[in-house]
């Protein structure tokens, strides 16, 4: 599920090269240990997480790594990376279960931080989920507030409510009273300072009149130190149930934010790791642990698989080699929704292995021009590619813009997705050579 050696690239790395260092050798001493630490430590600090914290991680790391011996079976590296996991868990904490039920949600934060567009996000996040969700725009602060959340909203065509009065606390109180019939109203308050006294009164009276399930505070991840004291004063005012940590794909930090958490038992609901408006995660420990370490997220991989393949599929029939440019086409509409090809490949444990950015940028770029030239086919080919001879392949080539050679690697790329899905019955699935039969 998160994105996390794409949002945080340079802690990522640098935690499983510290791990590999120790793994590599095969057994574990005093000093390999204390020169993983050093790696580990230096990895934190340079993401802006809180110097108690990563000494208080480092000396747990380093007595677990020493004490306990590796269970029957288990190598060092698998010893090592499980230490560090418990323990990276253990600093994060448990993340926030938002319940997909009925509910009120308040939204807080600094100004600058996102939270505007987190509120449209978290909307769309439970309409996906199937429920109705409704806004309550009250920031009035912010010039051009309104008209940001009524656009976000109405293009997704979720409920709106807002008024251009500076009104806040009136805005709050007829806007529930206007949504009553949705499922989630979440309300959208103005960002301000910790230290803007009638800033915090105001939203402790929208607090009151609200009377919200959740408070979100919304965090941008590269708030650094002052994360802690920020999250604690708005703790101290309102009781924040969850934080939001935005714009994590925007910086190699993150850790300020990671460490307010710590700091104030706020637990993390949900991260965002890009522009687009789908680009909210649920937060999870685990899964965010795992993917940090290289060890991959197959379960938010199947989430996501599960919500973006919405057709039934006749996976029998492909299976036999009735795979026809149709079943492509579909498949690629669905990868997509998935989200960016480095998104979905590090969900895969692959044992931390790199692929560069710009393989990544040229396989997308064929996805995208094999959509382009199926466009340009007619029903007949699309469901029956054995048709497609030298005049039909120049045809096409017109239509859709692109050069004969381009038709004729799609046909090739066809060819190689059929036999490899023939290729899994009655066989053992494998990963490997699945990637490269699809010339991933």
């Known amino acids: ?260 958490v710590s700091e104030t038992g706020a637990p993390i609901a949900f991260i965002g790791v890009g522009e687009s408006i789908e680009d909210l995660e649920k937060f999870e420990t685990d899964r965010f642990i795992s993917q940090l370490l290289g060890m991959g997220d197959i379960k938010t991989l199947i989430e996501r698989a599960e919500e973006a393949f919405t057709e039934e599929i006749d996976v029998e029939k492909m299976m036999q080699g009735r795979f026809t440019l149709k079943d492509m086409y579909q498949q690629l509409e669905a990868m997509h929704k998935m989200g960016p090809l480095k998104q979905v490949m590090q969900m895969l444990p692959i044992g931390g292995m790199k692929i560069p950015d710009d393989m990544y940028d040229e396989t997308s770029g064929k996805m995208g021009r094999y959509k382009i030239i199926m466009d340009s086919m007619t029903e007949a080919e699309m469901l029956d590619p054995k048709i497609v001879d030298g005049s039909r392949v120049k045809r096409i080539a017109r239509g859709s813009g692109t050069k004969i050679e381009d038709v004729r690697e799609l046909l090739k790329y066809h060819r190689m997705m059929q036999k490899a899905m023939k290729g899994l019955r009655g066989g053992r699935f494998n990963v490997q050579k699945m990637m490269k039969k699809l010339g991933v």
């Open 1 to 260: 599920m998160y994105m996390i050696l794409m949002v945080l690239d340079k802690l990522g790395n640098s935690l499983q090269g510290a791990i590999k260092k120790i793994a590599g050798g095969g057994r574990i001493d005093k000093r390999a240990v204390d020169e993983m630490i050093k790696e580990i430590q230096r990895a934190l600090l340079q993401s802006d997480v809180n110097v108690k914290h990563v000494m208080d991680l480092s000396t747990r790391i380093r007595e677990r790594a020493l004490d306990e011996k590796p269970p029957a079976g288990m190598g060092a590296r698998e010893h090592v990376i499980r230490i560090v996991y418990d323990e990276l868990v253990r600093l994060i904490g448990v993340g926030t279960p938002l319940a997909l039920s009925k509910q009120t949600i308040m939204m807080v934060g600094l100004q600058g931080g996102g939270k505007t567009t987190t509120t449209a996000k978290l909307a769309r996040y439970f309409q996906r989920k199937g429920l109705k969700p409704a806004v309550i725009c009250a920031d009035t602060d912010r010039p051009g507030a309104y008209d940001q959340l009524k656009t976000l909203c109405g293009s997704l065509n979720i409920a709106f409510y807002g008024e251009r009065t500076d009104d806040p606390i009136g805005i709050v109180e007829r806007g529930l009273g206007e949504l009553k019939a949705y499922d989630v109203k979440i309300i959208d308050t103005a960002g301000r300072h910790s230290l803007e006294h009638d800033l915090i009164e105001q939203m402790e009276k929208i607090h009151a009149i609200s009377r919200p399930d959740q408070k979100l505070l919304v965090l941008d991840a590269a708030i650094g130190q002052q994360a802690r004291d920020q999250a604690r004063t708005f703790h101290d005012s309102i009781g924040v149930t969850g934080v939001i940590i935005t714009k994590l794909d925007g910086t190699a930090k993150g850790g300020g934010a990671l460490s307010a």
